[in-house]
């Protein structure tokens, strides 16, 4: 661990309750309110005001942890599908860009229903329909947002046949003039119909993007609780890519949000000489296993069950215990010898230093083996050191690329505002 004395860098704060966890409502007060009205994860193309009578009902029943799962997402349907009909409705007419907004709207809505992980029936469903309405939206914009489903060709048996992606390049690009592709790794709660937010700005720089989801989340067709299975997987998107006349396989960089940061340090160490950089923001290597971390969790920062979310993605289920008890064994980048490999692509780690979903101490860790590593910490700011993390990141990647472009007009496509 970073601390001295074999302790966490938050270890002062690792024994405090935050105060989301009280009730839905002091977590709708505390911690959503404010990003739902900016338009921000994670109600990206969704607006305060489609919550507001959702939050009122969950206050009138006093939705609290732990949470029914079922009963929550119910709490979402009606308003998510109030949305979809106006929707359809502005679709019917002719109003494309209404329309458009409205899907986007409509799936916010079931996108909350379904967070933080689909684990129950009603949240699989709204899993469904917030794919449904996102894609439906994305298609309508002027320059519309592709899925494509890429084949799974390192696959092993019990895994899926294709990797489902979000796609996008820029209209100039072609054989002839190949433009760069930042690869966005999601997280544990964000997946393609969300992290697509990122999607225009890169695309007003010049530069393509795939957004594709990490194993055991979304709709990822890797084992979850295999730890050889993203190596198969990256290893199918990248000669996918390779066969894209449109992109130039010397310029491809993965940009990996949280949970997927432990995914993007593993691949800068497997596949190191198929891309030009490696950006993990707020991952984790080895201490995110931990069970004197995970035993914490529960409580901190994370808007709900963090421990028993990501024993969900990592294929156990509802048996946390196991999860703790296996994890670090298993899954440690640490202790499976990653770390120490001295081959690694050129990786960025950025963090914020208080975070208290992966621990920071994680990233020291990263530092002080195998190859030299870049790294940036936010001093004071939680997970994944946002916004200024972003900034850091960007100027980062157009370096890499070697392309001219400003941050802050890119950050700028960010946030939704609604027009209807």
């Known amino acids: 661990m970073a601390a001295p004395n074999g302790e966490f860098f938050i ?29 921000v994860y994670p109600f ?33 349907r009606p308003q998510a599908q109030k949305l979809a009909r106006i929707a359809e409705e502005a679709e019917a007419a002719g109003e494309t860009e209404k329309a458009s907004e409205y899907y986007g709207r409509s799936s916010a809505v079931w996108r909350i229903s379904r967070f933080p992980a689909p684990r129950s029936p009603k949240q699989k469903h709204a899993w469904e329909m917030s794919k449904k309405y996102s894609l439906k939206g994305l298609s309508l914009r002027e320059y519309p947002i592709q899925e494509i489903l890429v084949p799974h060709t390192h696959k092993e048996e019990g895994e899926g ?4 992606i979000y796609y996008q390049l820029p209209s100039e690009a072609s ?21 697509a937010v990122w999607q225009e700005g890169w695309r007003r720089n010049n ?26 997987l990256w290893s199918s998107l990248l000669d996918w890519l390779d066969a894209q006349e449109g992109v130039d396989n010397k310029k491809l960089c993965v940009w990996a949000f949280s949970t997927g940061g432990y995914y993007a340090i593993r691949l800068a160490h497997t596949h190191p000489d198929r891309l030009a950089g490696v950006v993990a923001l707020g991952g984790g290597t080895h201490h995110m296993f931990d069970r004197a ?28 215990e196991k999860f703790k008890q296996e994890a670090s064994d298993k899954f440690s980048l640490l202790k499976d010898g990653t770390l120490d490999k001295h081959v690694c692509a050129r990786l960025l780690l950025v963090n914020g230093t208080e975070d208290e979903i992966f621990p920071i101490d994680d ?27 972003f900034f850091i990141i960007l100027k980062w990647i157009y370096k890499l690329f070697g392309i001219e472009a400003n941050p802050g007009a890119q950050m700028s496509t960010m946030p939704f505002r609604p027009k209807y």
């Open 11 to 39: 270890q002062k704060n690792i024994k405090k309750t935050a105060a989301h966890h009280e009730s839905f409502k002091q977590l709708w007060e505390t911690k959503w309110r404010m990003p739902a009205t900016m338009g």
């Open 44 to 76: 990206m193309f969704g607006t305060a005001k489609d919550f507001e009578p959702i939050v009122e009902e969950m206050e009138r029943v006093d939705m609290r942890e732990p949470y029914d799962w079922d009963a929550y997402a119910e709490m979402f």
């Open 161 to 164: 046949d294709v990797i489902p």
């Open 175 to 195: 054989k002839e003039s190949p433009v760069p592709v930042v690869i966005i790794f999601t997280g544990l709660d964000g997946y393609r119909t969300e992290l």
């Open 207 to 232: 530069v393509g993007t795939v957004v594709v989801e990490i194993p055991g989340t979304g709709d990822s067709p890797a084992a979850a609780n295999d730890p050889l299975s993203p190596d198969r």
């Open 293 to 320: 971390w995970l035993d914490e969790v529960n409580h901190l920062e994370y808007p709900f069950d963090l421990a028993n979310t990501l024993a969900y993605k990592w294929g156990y289920g509802d048996d946390v």
């Open 363 to 389: 990233y020291y860790l990263a530092l002080q083996h195998g190859a030299p590593k870049e790294a940036r910490f936010v001093p004071g700011i939680k997970h994944m050191g946002e916004p200024e993390s």
